[in-house]
C-alpha cells in the first residue's frame, strides 16, 4: 500500500473554501484514494472517493491530477462544523488487504 | 436503521482480566475490522476480516484475537490486557466488491482503560 503524507494541522474561517492536500508518490495502478472525516469520540465518516481526474458530490470535491502521485480534498464554503480530521487513504482495487490510516490532517474553522 | 453496534461503549478494567468487545453490523456486510486510536498515532488496524472464518492481521495485532463465526458479528478478544492497550476502539465494517471494499461504516468507539 501506497503511504500517504498529509499536513498535521490547517486553520481557516467560515465561508472559505478549503484544500487539503495529500502526497502518495508510490500508488499503485489498481489503488484509488479515500478520504475520510472525524469528529473527537466518533468514529471515522466516508466523505469522497476517487481514481483519477475529479470526483464531486454534495459535501466535496476530490481533484487527482494525471500522474495520482496527489490528490486534493476541496470543502466548499466550510463552516465551524467542517472542524475535524480528515484521513486520506489509498485503496486496492483489487484486494481487501489491511488498511493504513494515517494521522490525518486536523483543520480548525474559525468564526 | 443501518448500523454498527460496539459493547460496551466504556470499560475500566485491571491487567490480566480476559475481556471481549462486541461489534455487530445489520447491513449484511463482508468486511469487518477493528481498530485502536491513540492521540498523535490516527487510526491503526488491529485485524480484519473479508468473510465468516477467515480474518487477518492488521498493522497492530500483538495482544489481540478476533473471531468471525457469525456474518454480522466480530468480536475482540484481550486475553490478557495490559496497560498499553488503553485506547479508543473503533469497530468497521464494508461491502466488498470483487476482493475489495469499499466506504466502511464505523462503529460509536469503545473507550477501554486497562489500570
Known amino acids: 500500500l501506497a503511504k500517504t503524507t498529509q499536513p498535521i494541522s490547517m486553520d481557516s474561517y467560515e465561508g472559505q473554501e478549503v484544500n487539503i492536500t495529500c502526497s502518495h508518490n508510490?500508488?499503485?495502478?489498481?489503488?484509488?484514494i479515500t478520504w475520510y472525516q472525524q469528529f473527537p469520540s466518533q468514529g471515522p465518516r466516508f466523505i469522497i472517493q476517487?481514481?483519477?481526474t475529479k470526483v464531486t458530490n454534495e459535501v466535496a470535491s476530490l481533484f487527482i491530477p494525471a500522474d495520482r502521485k496527489s490528490s486534493t480534498l476541496s470543502l466548499p464554503r466550510v463552516s465551524l462544523s467542517d472542524t475535524a480530521v480528515y484521513y486520506c487513504l489509498v485503496v486496492s482495487s483489487s484486494s481487501a488487504s489491511k488498511i493504513i490510516f494515517g494521522s490525518g490532517t486536523r483543520l480548525s474553522i474559525r468564526p | 436503521e443501518a448500523q454498527v453496534t460496539q459493547n460496551p461503549r466504556y470499560l475500566i478494567t485491571v491487567t490480566g482480566k480476559k475481556l471481549t468487545v462486541t461489534c455487530s453490523q445489520n447491513m449484511n456486510h463482508e468486511y469487518m475490522s477493528w481498530y485502536r486510536q491513540d492521540p498523535g498515532l490516527g487510526l491503526r488496524q488491529i485485524y480484519y476480516s473479508m468473510n465468516v472464518e477467515v480474518t487477518d492481521k492488521g498493522d497492530v495485532p500483538e495482544g489481540y484475537k478476533v473471531s468471525r463465526k457469525e456474518k454480522r458479528n466480530f468480536p475482540l478478544i484481550l486475553e490478557s490486557p495490559s496497560p498499553n492497550q488503553t485506547s479508543l476502539y473503533f469497530c468497521a465494517s464494508s461491502f466488498l466488491s470483487g476482493n475489495s471494499y469499499n466506504e466502511q461504516f464505523f462503529g460509536p468507539g469503545t473507550r477501554l482503560t486497562v489500570l
Open positions: 508510490n500508488i499503485a495502478t489498481n489503488d484509488y
Open positions: 476517487g481514481y483519477k
